[in-house]
């Protein structure tokens, strides 16, 4: 055990050293930490060329060069002292950081556990000038090219207790390439060059976030994203978003930056995730490269020695801010964008449905499909038409036969338009067959497509119901569909005391349930959207998720968990036949609906085979 440290020892000045000791304890964590703070320098300096290289992980060796404005002999020694930089003079300035480095602990941090030289030559000066070990040294001439190169050799060469908590060579060289990926996805207007024990690794040469993103985060990210660009007031965020059905098990493949700077910030996180909340499935991560550019008096950095995390003034008009952007690029699906889904393998990945179908598909059918596929409830040309979709709901409102709210123009037989394999107005195409009572076959003008009817009708309907919900708060009355005969069933006290306290709850849901006696509920109306499920289970459903969230909380904080249950007990189930104009009504909602790609338990509805993916099958061509 260590001796006991004594009680009667004096308070005492630090030495210097011990103090850039301990400060580098805060900074340099380990290489990688190193290396951001360094790159953080160079770009603050202007650089648009950046080599960074390293040896057995960064712990021999860190020399990273850049192009920027170089620093002037004189202000070297400054370079190296502690509480020294160029960044702020001010409170003013450290309430307004618009630059990545600024606390000027950094380079005496490094010199204090390695040995460090700086080397750097401005554009108006004849040679570059070179300082080593520590703002005590001497500045002396050297040869180099405009711009600065820092070379930190032996790193925790006089503090080994640190350096015995290092992991291996390949790990802390894994943690330095993940600081210079975060970096270069930040900046493709700068390249970037990385080296790893004299062998070239990555080279990125300047571009735009499109091509850089592609190359850092791979194809597979590049072929499944979604552009976003939206500002309001002084916020903007912009990047790509991943499809959910591209998403992964880890969370590896998310980068967030506020002004230019890298953070992992929960705040934003929990944005992106929320805006993923009915499209992700199960404990899956969606992948995105996003920035949030903002004034820096509205963000504060400097709450973290590492500036990893950050502190917004307002925080939830940020957090709202980001959720509703990311939340409109992923409701402008494949299908109304008239594009296609990712190809089958990325629907694989998602992984796990066969006892999901299990569970929700091997039931008995209740009414028709014609009965449940009725047309909107409200007025043509209002809001609920569907917001941005591929066309108006008019041009296929006769396939709906039989329904009970069936518009009032005549009901003709759906015929599809001529040379339909060239027809971009229906980018699902138009029914073929149907394989297993799970599956519609449909030719477009790519290929073949392949829709799971009851994932795909589910989101329908699911879609619809947030609508109608929606719809409340504009002043307009949920549509319902009183029973001819109320449904009554057994319920125990709990379940009688739930309908009881809370009526108005479920009224706002679309819900009359009636308290008969001490045991028995009547259920007198649904929601319209609903009407031909089994208003028994719908009715326990609503009063289990009441009872245990609360009634205002299930209508605000769990809404799309119960809408969500209540549209799978609705939508058509496998094993059901549909004939061809019902699986193109199928479609074509699809098409009209936001969000369509996945269902709301995050799998995807649909995918593309395209006629060269066929040709490879049967080897055509070869």
Not at 7 to 26: C, K, M, T, V, W
Not at 205 to 217: P, Q
Not at 380 to 408: E, H, I, K, T, W
Request: net charge negative; hydrophobic share 40%.
């Amino acid at each position: 055990m260590n001796a006991p440290i004594s009680a009667h020892r004096p308070i005492q000045a630090l030495p210097d050293q011990l103090i850039s000791q301990i400060a580098a304890g805060e900074v340099v964590e380990r290489p990688s930490a190193v290396v951001k703070e360094l790159l953080e320098n160079a770009l603050d300096a202007g650089a648009t060329q950046i080599t960074v290289r390293l040896e057995e992980g960064g712990v021999k060796r860190i020399a990273i060069t850049d192009n920027g404005r170089g620093i002037a002999p004189e202000q070297l020694p400054l370079a190296l002292a502690r509480h020294a930089t160029s960044k702020i003079a001010s409170l003013t300035d450290l309430e307004n950081v618009a630059t990545l480095g600024f606390r000027g602990e950094a380079l005496a941090s490094i010199a204090a556990v390695a040995a460090v030289s700086v080397t750097s030559r401005t554009a108006d000066s004849p040679h570059a000038w070179e300082i080593v070990g520590s703002h005590h040294g001497t500045v002396a001439p050297s040869s180099g090219a405009h711009g600065t190169t820092i070379d930190v050799q032996d790193l925790y060469f006089n503090t080994p207790a640190r350096r015995k908590f290092l992991k291996s060579e390949q790990t802390e060289y894994g943690h330095c390439a993940e600081v210079v990926r975060r970096i270069a996805l930040a900046r493709p207007d700068v390249a970037f060059s990385l080296s790893h024990n004299g062998r070239t690794i990555d080279h990125w040469n300047v571009s735009e976030m499109a091509r850089r993103s592609a190359h850092i985060l791979g194809n597979d990210f590049a072929e499944a994203r979604l552009a976003i660009d939206e500002s309001a007031g002084p916020l903007r965020v912009h990047g790509y978003a991943g499809l959910p059905t591209a998403s992964k098990a880890r969370a590896d493949g998310q980068f967030f930056y506020v002004n230019g700077r890298y953070v992992r910030d929960k705040l934003l996180v929990h944005a992106v995730r929320a805006a993923y909340q009915d499209v992700l499935h199960g404990d899956r991560f969606p992948s995105y490269v996003l920035a949030l550019d903002l004034d820096p008096a509205l963000v504060d950095v400097n709450v973290h020695p590492s500036k990893i995390e950050v502190r917004f003034r307002d925080s939830r008009a940020v957090h709202q801010f980001v959720f509703h952007a990311v939340q409109r690029a992923l409701a402008k699906t494949s299908a109304t964008d008239h594009g296609s889904v990712p190809a089958p393998q990325m629907a694989a990945e998602v992984g796990g449905t066969s006892s999901w179908r299990r569970e929700h598909e091997q039931t008995s059918f209740g009414a028709q499909l014609s009965a449940t596929y009725s047309p909107s409830p409200y007025p043509p040309g209002s809001r609920y038409d569907g917001p941005g979709v591929a066309q108006s709901m008019d041009s296929y409102g006769a396939l709906f036969a039989g329904a009970s709210n069936a518009a009032s123009a005549p009901v003709t037989p759906y015929t599809a338009p001529a040379q339909t394999t060239s027809n971009d107005e229906y980018p699902l195409g138009f029914a073929l067959a149907q394989l297993h009572g799970i599956y519609i076959l449909a030719q477009n003008t790519k290929g073949l497509v392949l829709v799971d009817m009851h994932a795909a009708h589910e989101r329908i309907l699911y879609e619809q119901l947030k609508n109608a919900l929606d719809a409340q708060v504009g002043g307009q009355e949920m549509q319902v569909q009183a029973l001819l005969i109320p449904v009554t069933f057994f319920a125990d006290a709990v379940e009688v005391g739930t309908a009881q306290e809370n009526r108005d709850t479920l009224q706002a849901l679309g819900f009359d349930i009636a308290a008969l006696s001490p045991t028995t509920l009547a259920v007198r109306s649904v929601p319209a959207l609903l009407k031909n499920a089994d208003a028994q289970t719908l009715a326990r459903d609503v009063l289990r998720d009441v009872r245990e969230f609360g009634g205002s909380r299930v209508l605000i904080e769990r809404r799309n968990e119960l809408l969500g249950t209540l549209a799978c007990h609705t939508a058509v189930r496998a094993n059901r036949i549909l004939n061809q104009p019902e699986m193109n009504a199928l479609l074509r909602q699809m098409e009209s609906t936001e969000r369509a790609d996945q269902c709301n338990h995050g799998r995807p509805t649909w995918v593309q085979l395209d006629i060269s993916s066929l040709d490879k099958l049967f080897l055509r061509g070869q």
